[in-house]
Nanobody
């Protein structure tokens, strides 16, 4: 099971850190990705980290602003979001896949419920 948390309302330019807590399995062997779905838009891949800690951005708009990390000891992943923009407003989801990253939500093995992020202008 995956549980995302940490969403909320923030002003443009602000920061939020989302958490993704895993239970029932160890994150060590899984790549972890964050996805988001804005109102009226399709869900999109944002960023993913492999088991070795390397990461890849799927959304060009978040490069240099969003960072993904993992704490295997806590069985938790994080999404640090800085310099937030109104267009970052979306429901954010975390998901995991064995070993390799993917930008396709349906390719993920475990998918958690989302957390709402709202950025006001």
């Amino acid at each position: 099971q995956l549980q995302a948390s940490g969403g909320g309302l923030v002003q443009a330019g602000g920061s939020l850190r989302l958490s993704c807590a895993a239970s029932g399995f160890n994150l060590d062997d899984y790549s972890i990705a964050w996805f988001r779905q804005a109102p009226g838009k399709e869900r999109e891949g944002v960023i993913c980290t492999w088991t070795n800690g390397n990461s890849i951005n799927y959304a060009d708009s978040v490069k240099g602003r969003f960072t993904i990390s993992r704490d295997n000891a806590k069985n938790t992943a994080y999404l640090q979001m800085n310099s937030l923009r109104p267009e970052d407003t979306a429901v954010y989801y975390c998901a995991v896949r064995k070993y390799t990253c993917s930008s396709y939500y349906n390719a993920m093995k475990y998918r958690g419920k989302g957390t709402q992020v709202t950025v006001s202008s």
